[in-house]
């Protein structure tokens, strides 16, 4: 399975952005696709999840500003970003896995994500 990322940007606090995240191969397996981030001096860390069922999970951190979604026909899964603040500054990384507890997880390349105040 191939991952391609896209979306980051600068963006003013406050502000919104959509990434977007194209799967490719054998997708048919995976049973979960997320996104992760990665804060310079900071471990990378879970943001949002989608399961195969349509389940999501989020980072507690997140108090609702973001939102998880796929498109099926497309291979797409999305993490659409509202009210940035300054520490969601962070390369943001696509994931996809097989296991539900992320075992073995694909990685994307990441899209770098700054949030000015």
């Known amino acids: 399975v191939q991952l391609q990322a896209s979306g980051g940007g600068l963006v003013q606090a406050g502000g919104s952005l959509r990434l977007s995240c194209v799967a490719a191969?054998?997708?048919?397996?995976?049973?979960?696709m997320g996104w992760y981030r990665q804060a310079p001096g900071k471990q990378r860390e879970l943001v949002a999840a989608i399961f195969r069922g349509g389940r999501t999970n989020y980072a507690d951190s997140l108090e609702g500003r973001f939102t998880i979604s796929r498109n099926n026909a497309k291979n797409t899964v999305y993490l659409q970003m509202t009210s940035l603040k300054p520490e969601d500054t962070a390369t943001y990384y696509c994931?996809?896995?097989?296991?539900?507890?992320?075992?073995?997880?694909?990685w994307g390349q990441g899209t770098l994500v700054t949030v000015s105040s």
């Open positions: 191969g054998a997708i048919f397996s995976i049973n979960v």
């Open positions: 994931a996809a896995a097989y296991s539900t507890n992320w075992e073995g997880a694909l």
